[in-house]
């Protein structure tokens, strides 16, 4: 069973530069997760996606941030515009949905903003 | 709302017995976990435990939980260096997990 799958892997851009990241989670999933991980941290949870629709976003900054899951399989997580402070490692996570809510972690984007 | 808290650093040598410890505030949690995370890559699942059961055994890996004092622990048998790596505890609740900042474990030949 393939994981999840997310790209690309590193991304360097500068700072007031749109960028964005893509998720496949895995078959079957219905739950998909979006987390921002800084240096040193845990990952926090940005968004959570139930099928299409976004159950918490409660943590999303919404000024710059939004999120989309067409169809309920892939998602993209987009910042426009990026800041200096949005450095950092932006994991994927899905799982089968409730009672089973075990989350697999997809290798995570690592964006530098310069 | 739920704090997770780890010790930040463990080092032990090749073949000894690690331990990582963790400690919650919500004593609701249902599924409690430990992911492991090498340098970058994203965090693999190691194993979990239902908040019913007090033990669970995994090949080298035991986890134990002590629900009256919200205290996790994650222990690996015979530590190889291939187990360095930084090990997440993370607590569900409400449909999401929170995560500790992570025990990073060195483990010298």
């Known amino acids: 069973e393939a994981g999840v799958v997310q790209s690309p892997r590193y991304k360097i851009i500068e700072k007031k530069q749109p960028v964005a990241f893509w998720c496949n989670p895995i078959s079957g999933h219905n739950t998909l997760y979006w987390y921002l991980q800084n240096l040193g941290q845990g990952p926090e949870l940005l968004i959570r996606?139930?099928?299409?629709?976004?159950?918490?976003d409660s943590q999303l900054p919404k000024d710059r941030f939004s999120a989309e899951r067409l169809k309920g399989v892939d998602s993209t997580l987009k910042i426009q515009p990026a800041e200096l402070g949005d450095s950092a490692v932006y994991l994927c996570a899905s799982s089968r949905g409730s009672p089973d809510e075990t989350q697999y972690f997809g290798p995570g984007t690592r964006l530098l903003v310069l | 709302g739920e704090d997770v808290e780890q010790s930040l650093f463990l080092s032990v040598r090749e073949g000894d017995s690690s331990v990582i410890n963790c400690t919650y505030t919500?004593?609701?949690?249902?599924?409690l976990y430990w992911y492991k995370q090498e340098p970058g890559a994203g965090l693999q699942l190691l194993t979990y435990i239902f908040s019913n059961m007090d033990m669970k055994q995994d090949q080298r890996l035991t986890v134990l939980l002590n629900k009256k004092d919200k205290h996790l622990s994650l222990r690996i048998a015979d530590t190889q260096t291939g187990d360095s790596a930084i090990y997440f505890c993370?607590?569900?609740?409400?449909?999401?997990?929170?995560f500790g900042k992570g025990t990073m474990l060195l483990v010298s030949p």
């Open positions: 993370a607590v569900s609740g409400y449909s999401t997990l929170t």
């Open positions: 919500d004593s609701s949690s249902t599924y």
């Open positions: 996606y139930e099928n299409e629709e976004a159950v918490d």
